[in-house]
């Protein structure tokens, strides 16, 4: 009984250590430090590995928000992709769906589209094919959605509906969902399919912005 208690006592301990460090870190760098920039500071001073952290404090992100730096309500899924992704050992072969998401979004943006996922998966063999995701999460859309993330873009409801007023201002009471297609690809829009997915039809689309003028 006497050692278990011992050994807890101890792990808590390392753990509070830990903590302190990230938070003396956080105050150096006053942004929260990313997984993949506190790997490379542990391989050149007498750090704890990011594996160790990883085993105690189940991910980066948990041991951030223990530290009181991020909340765990203004973590998006793809910010616990971006802060958790770790440079990959060389001996890995392969990325997880979520490394291999994160890494596309670090590269190309948020704008995900099978296409050009598998035109940066030629260069990077080691991310996860997008057949093999598509099998996780059943559809590639449905694989977006579960990062909060669109062939479309990254486009909040505040991003449609702006998009939307432009139009309206541009065309005129009188617009239609086929002028706002023409519209929103010469701009480079949010699509009228993702405009609908938003705000459930087009009318209603219309209703919401006809109400916040």
């Known amino acids: 009984m006497r050692q278990t208690t011992h050994t807890s006592t101890s792990t808590s301990t390392t753990?509070?250590?830990i903590i302190q460090l990230i938070q003396g870190l956080y105050q150096l760098h006053t942004t929260p430090m990313k997984?993949?920039?506190?790997?490379?500071?542990?391989?050149?001073?007498?750090y704890p590995s990011l594996e160790e952290i990883e085993q105690r404090f189940g991910s980066w992100t948990k041991l951030?928000?223990?530290?009181?730096?991020?909340?765990?309500?203004?973590?998006?899924?793809?910010?616990?992709?971006t802060l958790n992704r770790s440079k990959s050992s060389p001996s890995r072969k392969r990325w997880t769906v979520e490394?291999?998401?994160?890494?596309?979004?670090?590269?190309?943006g948020s704008r995900v589209t099978i296409r050009s996922y598998s035109e940066l998966r030629t260069a990077h063999p080691q991310m996860m094919s997008?057949?093999?995701?598509?099998?996780?999460?059943?559809?590639?859309?449905?694989?977006?959605?579960?990062?909060?993330?669109?062939?479309?873009?990254?486009?909040s409801d505040e991003d449609c509906l702006n998009a939307l007023r432009q139009a309206y201002e541009k065309i005129g009471p009188a617009i239609t969902s086929q002028d706002y297609v023409r519209f929103a690809r010469k701009q480079q829009l949010p699509s009228l399919t993702l405009l609908i997915e938003r705000f459930t039809s087009w009318r209603e689309a219309l209703r919401i912005l006809e109400e916040s003028r």
Do not use: M
Not at 35 to 43: D, F, G, I, M, S
Not at 70 to 80: E, G, Q, T, Y
Not at 133 to 153: D, E, P, V
């Open 35 to 46: 997984a993949a920039h506190y790997q490379k500071l542990a391989t050149y001073l007498p």
């Open 130 to 155: 997008a057949n093999t995701i598509i099998r996780h999460h059943g559809t590639w859309k449905q694989a977006l959605a579960h990062f909060q993330l669109s062939s479309n873009g990254f486009y």
């Open 15 to 17: 753990n509070q250590k």
């Open 99 to 108: 490394e291999s998401i994160a890494f596309y979004v670090e590269t190309c």
């Open 64 to 81: 951030l928000e223990q530290a009181g730096i991020v909340k765990p309500i203004d973590l998006s899924n793809r910010d616990r992709l």
